[in-house]
């Protein structure tokens, strides 16, 4: 089994900052790229940030220059500072993990969610 969960969401005012972590655990062999994704009420799943094993980067035109993902794969885990945060961020953040089994199959797995919340 394989367990993802992210932590660190809650309610910041605008301009403020929050940091969200997501721990994977269970039968790994090793993780791949590991994300950030966020959902707003009424709209579709959007990546955030995405960051590769080798620690290339990716990050939604949105989130530049405001947002830094990174990870600590001793510690299988990844992390997403948020800065300047907007009321648009508003969102239920979804951390994904592409994860590669001891059985040697690879899938993606997703956690349950952390909500973030920027309002005045």
């Not at 394989?2 to 721990?23: A, D, K, M, T, Y």
């Not at 994300?35 to 990546?47: H, M, N, T, V």
């Amino acid at each position: 089994q394989v367990q993802v969960v992210e932590s660190g969401g809650g309610l910041v005012q605008p301009g403020g900052s929050l940091r969200l972590s997501c721990i994977v655990s269970g039968s790994i062999y090793s993780i791949n790229a590991m994300g950030w994704y966020r959902q707003a009420p009424g709209k579709e799943r959007e990546l955030v940030a995405i960051i590769t094993s080798t620690g290339t980067t990716n990050y939604a035109d949105s989130v530049k220059g405001r947002f830094a993902i990174s990870r600590d794969n001793a510690k299988n885990t990844v992390y997403l500072q948020m800065n300047s945060l907007k009321p648009e961020d508003t969102a239920r953040y979804f951390c994904n993990a592409e994860i590669k089994r001891w059985s040697n199959t690879v899938n993606r797995y997703w956690g349950q969610g952390t909500q973030v919340t920027v309002s005045s």
